[in-house]
């Protein structure tokens, strides 16, 4: 009898330990906590959670407290996290295909918010840009809603009017956008451009709508232009290791999880926090001037330096630039 209570008790706790057990999947962002980052792993987390029944468990490891920006894809690789954010253009050249979809103007036809761009690359990630994110499982990309130009007092709805002045810009794009136009690019860091504003260090900056109110702008800003010129891409990757050692239903429930439906569930969020950019600027008395079709085309016309350039550096790699261009703008 004792020897069968004994046998029973050490089952019932092998029972309870097995269900008890749990996965922890530590995820580094460089962002700020505040940031649409955290908030959606976090609540993509909690159903991860769910779904699984506590065998999967998300930490976040936000403000870069793992490693700076140009180091999130590294830290997965190398086993310091499962997953990270990555700001595709923190280190330039070595996503050099996906930076194309940040290009000026470049957008698919269906629309140029941040729910249609983060789906439309999350479907053509795996055809052409897996091989970009080596020893990683793409969980979604996400594409940021298009950078504005917001003026201290420079009304834009001639465009010519932006020559010979200097604007804040971040990125090698930007930098040949803005000289595009015949202004002078000036690297400001984000949370000082207000600052550089308002003593006229610059006499504008670029930046997506949600941004401007974090930063906050409008008190610097007489004029913002839209549409907006280009966006920067970003991307949820996992290591492909660890995914491989997780069980087959723990496999199934993160697919079932990610993919495009999860980029367009986020892209969305990042359209919400545009949108309340936005109205923040024009409650702040800033002046939206939004650009006729015939002036789009002209802006186009001279950014297609660029964007061919740009096609053309990734081609001579032996990548399929042209062809990623055409899927993504379809």
């Not at 996400?142 to 804040?168: Q, S």
């Not at 006499?203 to 709508?209: E, K, L």
């Not at 702008?217 to 907006?228: H, I, N, Q, R």
């Not at 330096?305 to 899927?327: L, R, T």
């Amino acid at each position: 009898m004792n020897i069968k209570m004994i046998a029973a008790a050490s089952a019932l706790a092998l029972m309870a330990g097995t269900a008890g057990a749990e996965t922890v999947l530590r995820a580094s962002t460089f962002l700020p906590p505040n940031h649409t980052w955290n908030h959606a792993i976090e609540e993509w987390g909690q159903e991860l959670t769910e779904k699984s029944g506590g065998e999967l468990r998300v930490e976040i490891y936000p403000a870069g407290q793992l490693g700076p920006p140009p180091r999130q894809f590294d830290l997965v690789t190398s086993g310091a996290a499962e997953m990270a954010v990555i700001l595709h253009g923190a280190t330039p050249g070595r996503f050099a295909m996906t930076e194309l979809a940040g290009l000026p103007l470049v957008t698919p036809s269906a629309g140029n918010t941040s729910q249609i761009m983060s789906r439309r690359l999350t479907e053509i990630a795996p055809d052409f840009l897996a091989e970009e994110h080596p020893g990683t499982k793409i969980l979604w990309m996400a594409v940021t809603p298009p950078l504005k130009f917001h003026l201290a007092d420079t009304d834009p709805t001639d465009p010519a009017a932006l020559e010979g002045k200097r604007i804040r810009y971040a990125g090698t794009v930007w930098q040949q956008i803005i000289e595009a136009m015949g202004a002078s690019p000036v690297p400001v860091p984000p949370a000082e451009a207000a600052d550089a504003m308002s003593k006229g260090v610059v006499d504008g900056a670029t930046f997506p709508y949600e941004a401007t109110q974090s930063f906050d702008l409008a008190p610097v800003t007489k004029f913002s232009m839209e549409p907006g010129i280009a966006s920067a891409t970003f991307a949820l990757v996992m290591s492909q290791s660890f995914f491989d050692g997780l069980s087959p239903e723990l496999q199934a429930i993160i697919d079932e999880t990610t993919g495009p439906e999860r980029a367009d569930w986020y892209g969305a969020k990042w359209d919400e926090g545009e949108a309340a950019g936005r109205q923040y600027m024009v409650d702040g008395g800033v002046t939206i001037v939004t650009l006729d079709p015939a002036q789009v085309d002209e802006l186009r016309a001279e950014y297609a330096p660029i964007v061919e350039g740009a096609i053309a550096a990734v081609a001579g790699g032996g990548k399929p630039a042209q062809e990623f261009v055409d899927a993504y703008t379809q």
